[in-house]
């Protein structure tokens, strides 16, 4: 896009991290801050997403990152500004809906990356992919509100179904392309 890229800087954290959107506990997981652009990655989430959430091998925790780093790239371009202005406007419902369409982008971003640095560097080994899309359906709303409560409640989605995830990433893997991932166009993303 001709646009200059700055990079985030990435903070590995146990417990709990002080950012400048404030003290996060080990609970909220992995996390972007736009205030001071840093990726928040939570070591105690990897270990869980890795042991109990059914998500093993290194190129899951590279899910995770990458995730985080396309928040970094939906700021630089103003998606998330125009996300907040949009949802202090709206009942929270539709908030949230406005919601799992930025994660559902993040997705959709980390595939993008997986794609371009599989072409320019040949990254990927054999079940890295799959590592990846059960790491997308591991972190799923509905997988995950299963998990902690054994019933989903949709309208409470913050991040979308574990079918939403895996489909964006695949979109993004798959086309490499940003357009492609635009996914507030879509009645359902
Ligand atoms: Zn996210």
């Given at each position: 896009m001709n646009r200059r890229y700055q990079e985030p800087r990435l903070v590995l954290f146990s417990g709990a991290v002080q950012s400048a959107c404030g003290m996060a506990q080990s609970a909220v997981g992995p996390f972007y801050c736009p205030g001071d652009q840093r990726v928040y990655i939570d070591l105690d989430f990897l270990a869980q997403m890795q042991l109990q959430l059914g998500a093993p091998g290194d190129f899951a925790a590279a899910y995770v990152i990458a995730h985080e780093v396309g928040h970094h790239v939906q700021n630089q371009l103003g998606v998330l500004g125009r996300v907040q202005e949009l949802r202090s406007r709206v009942a929270e419902a539709e908030g949230n809906a406005l919601q799992v369409r930025v994660e559902l982008q993040a997705d959709c971003l980390a595939g993008m990356w997986a794609r371009r640095a599989q072409d320019a560097r040949q990254i990927l080994e054999d079940g890295d992919i799959e590592e990846g899309l059960a790491a997308a359906a591991a972190v799923g709303d509905d997988r995950l509100q299963g998990r902690a409560r054994g019933h989903v409640q949709?309208?409470?989605?913050?991040?979308?179904s574990s079918e939403q995830r895996v489909r964006w990433f695949r979109t993004g893997l798959q086309s490499g392309q940003l357009e492609a991932c635009d996914t507030f166009r879509p009645a359902r993303p």
């Open positions: 949709p309208d409470s989605f913050t991040h979308g």
